[in-house]
């Protein structure tokens, strides 16, 4: 038998954590008791014979999402490992955005939503398991006209409602028209205005963000503004829009011609849906997305590690 009580617990500890031997066969090994073993390995941690740590070393995705829940104030935050493909990233977000809009589903449920390829992962990819009555969505602002019909509100509306077994409206105008005047009419003709108030009672939005670098403004590759205009626009500061309302990194609603042009639901009335879901990635939406966030446009977001690090880092270079 072993020397002292100390040499023992070293002894079985050794065999137990670093050999891996069972402790049945330790107990074979000594000629002791099973039970004996299993209280010597107790007592080895209890005197700090054996130290057992846990690597609690948070992810990177992790440690980001609380750091944008402390800058941005809000609490519902998914934050996905980027991917260097594009389309994969967006693949990746989707399927986050997808997951969290799932867990808010229930009956009797009004969705609005906007527009965006992320957007499209996001109904794309949603899986629902169980039946929900009188589920409704709701196009929250005009037509894109994007050359993938798929990516447009109209397109999402559709799609999402018949994933959920509901019914759909629809904003049959442009999202941008030529005159304020003609906007006006708009918004007044019976349809239109139908579909506005139903988008003001909404329960929650689902949103894409767009940004007006005009190599990935979703605004350019419709035709409603030209790759210099969307460059000024980015310039003068517009860093993106939501549901076509243009807004500077701060979240400022800029006095724009453009802003006064759109068919959608109005700010001030976007702000009072109770959860507004922000699905958008890749670092060079960060801006918009800390745009669209800080206007109040949206209380909760899906996005991934990269455009979350460049987030973190305009906001620390403000302070």
Do not use: W
Not at 259 to 265: D, S
């Amino acid at each position: 038998m072993l020397g002292n009580d100390q040499d023992l617990m070293i002894t079985v500890a050794v065999d137990y954590y670093e050999k891996e031997l069972s402790q049945q066969e330790i107990a074979q090994k000594y000629k002791i008791s099973r039970v004996t073993v299993s209280n010597i390995l107790k007592r080895s941690r209890r005197d700090g014979i054996v130290d057992i740590r846990v690597n609690k070393k948070p992810s990177l995705a992790f440690s980001l999402r609380i750091e944008l829940q402390a800058s941005l104030n809000i609490d519902r935050i998914v934050v996905c490992p980027s991917d260097a493909e594009e389309t994969n990233n967006r693949l990746l977000v989707g399927r986050a955005a997808s997951d969290l809009l799932r867990s808010e589903l229930r009956h009797n449920l009004r969705i609005g939503i906007s527009y965006g390829t992320t957007l499209y992962e996001t109904v794309d990819q949603l899986v629902v398991k169980k039946h929900y009555r009188n589920v409704q969505v709701v196009q929250l602002l005009g037509a894109l006209g994007s050359r993938d019909p798929r990516q447009d509100g109209f397109e999402l509306a559709r799609a999402l409602s018949a994933k959920l077994d509901g019914t759909y409206r629809i904003i049959q105008s442009p999202l941008i028209v030529q005159e304020a005047r003609l906007k006006e009419m708009l918004m007044n003709e019976p349809q239109i205005a139908e579909v506005l108030e139903l988008a003001r009672s909404a329960d929650l939005a689902v949103l894409g963000v767009s940004s007006n670098r005009p190599e990935i403004s979703g605004i350019v590759r419709a035709g409603f503004l030209s790759v210099e205009e969307s460059a000024r626009l980015y310039d003068e500061g517009a860093v993106g829009n939501v549901c076509g309302v243009h807004f500077d990194v701060n979240g400022a609603v800029l006095p724009l011609s453009l802003n006064e042009r759109t068919i959608a639901i109005a700010p001030a009335e976007l702000r009072l849906i109770p959860l507004r879901l922000a699905v958008a990635c890749g670092v060079r939406k960060a801006d918009a997305i800390l745009g669209a966030i800080r206007a109040g446009f949206a209380n909760a977001l899906v996005t991934d590690t990269d455009a979350a690090l460049k987030i973190v880092s305009l906001v620390k270079s403000e302070e």
